[in-house]
């Protein structure tokens, strides 16, 4: 069973920094993609950095240039590097792991990054 913890979000003011953390378990399968969405009030949950086989990585315009997806293998945990964070940033972000074969997701709790002075 898959599980997927994420940590490190919290109250930054404009300009700040945060580093989001998913411990992840229970992947079994080999073909999948790992990614970091996000879900501010009234929108839908949208992707906004993931991290393909081979480490290529693929962001959302709007974050591009100052966030960082990352992931070590070796401890089983990605990483979400926000840097010169925005008020529009603010979200619930989601770690997600996506099985390519039957396309199933799968989502950590959700952990709340609030960008406010």
């Known amino acids: 069973q898959v599980q997927l913890v994420e940590s490190g979000g919290g109250l930054v003011q404009p300009g700040g920094s945060l580093r989001l953390s998913c411990a992840y378990s229970?992947?079994?399968?080999?073909?999948?993609?790992m990614g970091w969405y996000r879900q501010a009030p009234g929108k839908q949950r949208e992707p906004v950095a993931l991290?393909?086989?081979?480490?290529?990585?693929h962001y959302d315009g709007s974050v591009k240039g100052r966030y960082t997806i990352s992931r070590d293998t070796d401890k089983n945990m990605m990483y979400l590097q926000m840097n010169g964070l925005k008020p529009e940033d603010t979200a619930v972000y989601y770690c997600?792991?996506?099985?390519?074969?039957?396309?199933?997701?799968?989502w950590g709790q959700g952990t709340q990054v609030t960008v406010s002075s």
């Open positions: 997600n792991v996506h099985q390519f074969i039957g396309g199933s997701h799968y």
């Open positions: 229970g992947i079994t399968f080999s073909r999948y993609t």
């Open positions: 991290i393909f086989d081979g480490g290529m990585t």
